[in-house]
């Protein structure tokens, strides 16, 4: 069964630092997202990406984060320059032909980012 | 007014139980609501999904309940066991540019005891 792959599995870095979490979506979808979750907390809208342009971002997606799609298999989620607060478990998900109704998201297996 | 409140946040029954997971809406432009199951080390599983104007759908031994006039909706888990264990999370799906955007709960951790 296809399935979103993410890689690494865990980021340590530095404050400050920049980092970039790459996802490789379900191949043939057309829709990419970046959600993340901090520790015990709920799971968070970040940016929903398509026809390779950003449709959608949250507040929490601000000037220091971007997204981009380099190649046909890759989505990659850039943090410029990490904060503490930036910590958390990051999930890529990607979605099939359509964004209709019933279209369902499916999610990799994370990233947890550390941030010192 | 874009939140989904969810409870409890944990949950521990006897295999064979019925844990009954619920969730409450404000935005009436929700369309769609999905539940996702995540185990450990993993990313959150589509399990179930129901739109608006069905008040119950049922899938194996999980079932969801929606009331659009109290804008809340619930999932049920029938015999459940051990395997279940996991933590499940309800979600909004809204139109949101050109893709959806869904909006979550903020989860339950269900433990079934064998």
């Known amino acids: 069964e296809p399935e979103v792959t993410q890689t690494p599995s865990h980021q340590v870095t530095q404050m400050g630092q920049e980092v970039i979490l790459r996802c490789v979506p379900i191949?043939?979808?057309?829709?990419f997202y970046w959600y993340r979750q901090i520790l015990g907390q709920k799971v968070e809208f970040l940016v929903s990406?398509?026809?390779?342009?950003?449709?959608?971002k949250s507040e929490i997606f601000d000037d220091q984060f971007s997204v981009e799609r380099p190649d046909g298999s890759n989505f990659t989620l850039k943090i410029r320059s990490t904060k503490l607060e930036d910590s958390a478990m990051y999930f890529c998900?990607?979605?099939?032909?359509?964004?209709?109704?019933?279209?369902?998201?499916?999610f990799g297996p994370g990233t947890r980012l550390t941030v010192l | 007014q874009q939140q989904v409140k969810q409870s409890p946040q944990s949950l521990i029954v006897q295999k064979g139980g019925i844990p009954i997971i619920n969730c409450a809406y404000e935005?009436?432009?929700?369309?769609?609501f999905p539940w996702y199951q995540q185990f450990p080390g993993k990313g959150p599983a589509l399990l179930i999904a129901?739109?608006?104007?069905?008040s119950e759908k049922k899938e194996g031994r999980f079932t969801i309940s929606f009331n659009k006039s109290a804008k809340q909706f619930s999932l049920h888990i029938m015999d459940s066991q051990p395997g279940d264990s996991a933590t499940y999370f309800c979600?909004?799906?809204?139109?949101?540019?050109?893709?959806?955007?869904?909006?979550f709960g903020s989860g339950t951790q269900l433990t079934v005891l064998p």
């Open positions: 998900a990607s979605s099939g032909y359509r964004a209709s109704l019933t279209d369902t998201q499916y």
């Open positions: 191949s043939n979808h057309l829709y």
């Open positions: 990406f398509y026809n390779n342009e950003i449709s959608e």
């Open positions: 935005n009436t432009a929700f369309d769609y």
């Open positions: 129901i739109r608006p104007d069905v």
């Open positions: 979600a909004a799906s809204i139109s949101s540019g050109s893709a959806r955007q869904l909006t």
